[in-house]
């Protein structure tokens, strides 16, 4: 065994991206198996290696966790990415459930027939811009630091920046009110660790392309 953490999901971003990201901010390298057909999951269902038989699972020191936000717990206490206290930590999860909540809309997008697309656009968009970007551009106001909790980067800072630029993929304007939000984008963007994570060829996933839709689905179903 290398040590490295080993994630196991499909080739792409879904409920795994959240998890990719926390471990390129802390630095943490990091090994994929990816599942391509449905056997690849049904053989780890059968090896008893998926509590709930669902991925993302990802091993680390000797555990075979699931479900994403365990699996995120583990990584931001691990790695400091957690606030230095309850009351941050309280804050940290606040904000990230509400990302959570923005995140599920933007995945959906990608897997829903045609005919239900314009709508669930015109949706998420509306959500993102007057729901949850007001929030955090609001949070930054308020709190007047670099970061959003406390003084130091945490994973709600990661996690924003990851939805940020997936709301930037569908609409490239969609901060045009949210200074704040613009200048924490550059700054967040401009950590050591996650820049390496923004550049081509790192392990960061692309938007999902309509015709990967089907194989997805297959693994699954």
């Keep these: ?88 930590r309280a804050l940290i999860d606040m904000y990230v459930e509400g990302l959570f909540d923005l995140n599920e809309l ?8 045609a005919d239900q697309k314009v709508e669930h656009f015109a949706n998420m968009m509306d959500k993102a811009t007057n729901r949850y970007f007001p929030v955090f551009e609001k949070v930054l106001k308020d709190h007047g630091k670099d970061f959003l909790v406390g003084n130091q980067l945490s994973r709600a800072d990661v996690q924003l920046l990851e939805i940020i630029l997936m709301a930037e993929e569908y609409k490239p304007d969609i901060l045009a009110k949210f200074p704040l939000l613009q200048s924490f984008k550059a700054r967040i963007s401009n950590i050591p660790t996650i820049k390496k994570f923004l550049q081509p060829g790192s392990q960061r996933k692309p938007l999902i392309r309509e015709e990967d ?9």
């Design 213 to 221: 839709v089907p194989k997805v689905m297959k693994i699954f179903h």
């Design 1 to 88: 065994m290398s040590g490295k953490p080993k994630l196991h999901y499909f080739n792409g971003r879904g409920r795994m991206e959240p998890i990719r990201w926390l471990l390129a901010a802390a630095g943490v390298e990091f090994e994929e198996s990816y599942l391509e057909k449905k056997e690849d999951l049904t053989k780890l269902q059968k090896d008893g290696s998926l509590l709930f038989q669902q991925v993302p699972m990802v091993e680390i020191d000797g555990m075979k966790l699931v479900q994403t936000r365990a699996i995120a717990n583990y990584i931001a206490t691990k790695y400091s990415l957690y606030g230095k206290d309850v009351k941050e």
């Design 106 to 113: 933007l995945l959906k997008y990608g897997f829903l027939p």
